[in-house]
């Protein structure tokens, strides 16, 4: 019996030991190779959620208590992974709902904003608009996250070469809706034209052998449709562009549109400059939105979670590190103030809104948080009794990117050949959201519809039924679209990105990717692993 007590508590040591060294991947590993858990093949994810059976490897019985600020995606996740091996996590939020920023707007959705102004969306049954995160790329976790959660998803056009590109104050063709096909057809054809003819003039004759130099005029000519050596690698349009009629049947072969501005306007339009979006990491399609709302992925962490472990209306106003743990001091949603105990905090609500909660955490700490700048950003949900976009203009899905005050207009990705339908009628951030922030919502609409009349025509007025905007940096408890950092390799960033005693800091502000839901969860996950890590180290 001693013999036996006595290898339990060398191989708990010993893995204590590990955990405090190597962190939570070596850690695995060695319960692993001591066949008391399952080791991690080469090729599976970094992240390993934590697992109940981890506390019986190290002589543990249970999980800790972790009380969590916010539930955004951030808090919702950070929950949902410890709530995998038995941590008693209680989730603080201060809003109505799950979600933080990501929302979204149906019909009944009331919100009032940080200046007293309320809205109640009046948005057709099944219609809505994300007011936050709107796609999701293949690459991002959060798609791990709907498979395993069971979130259903459908394609999000990000792209859409019927949709149009709209400059007003560009140097050549000012005020003229261009097709998104049609710019991208020019700027290719005379980006084409201009390199074929420098490599056939010898220009890159040092770069080049004659064999390459083949292949790259083979290639320029199918790249933008140009014509051959003979016409000069001339760029002069074709079925790319477009057509005015489109082929039927028998004889009619369509017809082409116009030929295309000149070499000069294309530049001067500045049209090629958006081609950029496509070739981004985070937008490139295919991309994804959940059937029915992007919220279905908060609501669905929530029903995981337990609704029982989530309370709204919680607006916490003090938070202490003790050397045995940390407490929280909130107000219910009854005014009551309330302080609970706990092994460890996450705070995973926006820095600025963090700074103003009262701590013991150190200047430092309230220097860090204040030193990540909110954004401002606003969408516009314009709600409209026919899909004309679609009967009229043959726009399903896609975006427009414009230069004015809108910045971009959004065509929604599902609900095809219905009878409504509601387009983003502007998201926009900085300076063009703070000043539609400071209109009333009336104003808003006003301002957003007149701006897209320019593109669409009287129809994007006479057709709206209803609308509903938000201004993320006048949102109580939210305060901005996103969280930029000037430098992500300096003090402040480190400091929140290591636990002070036994509160840790979590959200995309904390990642690579902020403002996007993957950044979220990754944070969560990260933090995750470090106060298991911590605990089975003990």
Known sequence: ??????????????????????????????????????????????????????????????????????AGIAGLAA???????????????????????????????????????????????????????????QSHVTLEYCRELGVPLEAFANQNANAYIYHENSAALA??????????????????????????QGALDQALTATDKERLLEF???????????????????????????????FEAGTVLAPPPSLSDVIASGLGLRFSFEFDYQQAMMMFQPVGGMDAIPRALGEAIGSGRIEYGARATAVTNRPDGASVT????????????AHFVIAAIPPMVMARVQHNLGSNVTAALLSPQPWEAGKIGLDYRSRWWETDERIYGGVTPTDNDLCSIWYPSYGYHGNRGVVIGYYNALEPAAAYGRLSHADRESRAVSQGVKIHGEKYRTELASSFSVAWHRTPFIEGGWAGWSSQTGTEYQTLNRPTGNVYFAGDWLSNTIAWQHGAFTSARKVVTEIHTRVLAR
């Open 1 to 70: 019996m001693r013999k036996k007590m006595v290898s339990q508590t060398s191989r708990r040591d010993f893995l204590r030991s590990v955990g405090v060294s190597g962190g939570a991947g070596v850690l695995y590993s060695a319960i692993g190779a001591l066949g008391l858990a399952p080791a991690p093949q080469a090729h599976a994810s970094e992240f390993r959620s934590p697992r109940q059976g981890d506390f019986t490897s190290v002589g543990l019985r249970n999980g800790r208590k972790v009380i969590i600020l916010g």
């Open 79 to 137: 929950a949902y992974e410890l709530r995998k091996a038995g941590y008693d996590c209680r989730i603080l939020e201060a809003k109505n709902r799950p979600g933080g920023r990501n929302w979204t707007v149906r019909g009944g959705t009331t919100e009032t904003d940080l200046d007293g102004r309320t809205q109640t969306a009046n948005f057709a049954p099944g219609h809505y608009m994300n007011a936050g995160p709107a796609r999701i790329p």
């Open 175 to 200: 005020g003229k809706p261009v097709r998104w096909r049609t710019a991208k057809a020019d700027a290719y054809g005379y980006v084409s034209e201009l390199l074929a003819k420098a490599t056939d």
């Open 220 to 250: 320029l000519k199918d790249f933008g449709d140009i014509k051959g050596r003979d016409d000069n690698w001339a760029y002069t349009g074709s079925s790319r562009r477009g057509y005015s009629v489109e082929p039927g049947a028998a």
């Open 330 to 341: 909130w107000v219910n949603a009854q005014g009551r103030s309330v302080t609970e105990y």
